[in-house]
């Protein structure tokens, strides 16, 4: 009888163990698989705001971010979570290479049907306004995913969800990431119209030099 109750005391203490360590076993809060694209601190706090989430409105997210991604690989990764992922849910893909092209990624979100018109996901992904940038990374660019680029687009992401279920999140960056978007934009700009106006600026001289000479 002892024989029998330690065998079934092992048999709940392996099932513990193997729920507890199978990410894929347990679906709540912020799921994050990656290759140290974003830093630890970030993904504490991305944690901290998806446990609030699902905490009030029952919203999972899981955040996918590789260094390279085949296509199979894509594909096994999509396929199984919306498989085994509960409603309601967002599932955000992103890998800075994609197959065995070395010169672009891929950034892809799914959602389950109950979630759809309830987030933007333009808002989130425009090259021009979005918090987080679309990025289909070309390697001649200098542009690189980075740990504040997830967070701000995170953070909007879990913002537009909680508004749509009428709830305020106490751990939302609230208007820092957009303030902080905003002011990058501005800076972005300014650049470009100060290089833009270097350019014309030298073009003219140029011009006027050569028809002066003549």
Known sequence: MLFIQQKRG??????????????????????????????????????????????????????????HLSKDEFLETKNRYLKELKDPYVLWIFSKTYMDRKDFGINKMFNSPDLDGKFDKNSLFSPFRGSFTKLIVIKKSKSDPTSAAFLNGYADLTDMLADSYSVKLNSSLGHESHTFMNIMRILFYLTLLYFLGLYVKVKFFKKDTIETKK
């Open 10 to 67: 092992a048999f709940w203490a392996l099932l513990f163990t193997i729920l507890l360590l199978t990410p894929t076993a347990s679906f709540s809060n912020f799921i994050y698989e990656g290759d140290h694209i974003i830093n630890d601190k970030t993904i504490t706090k991305m944690k901290e705001i998806g446990d609030e989430l699902y905490k009030k409105t029952g919203v999972s997210i899981v955040l996918i971010a590789k260094k």
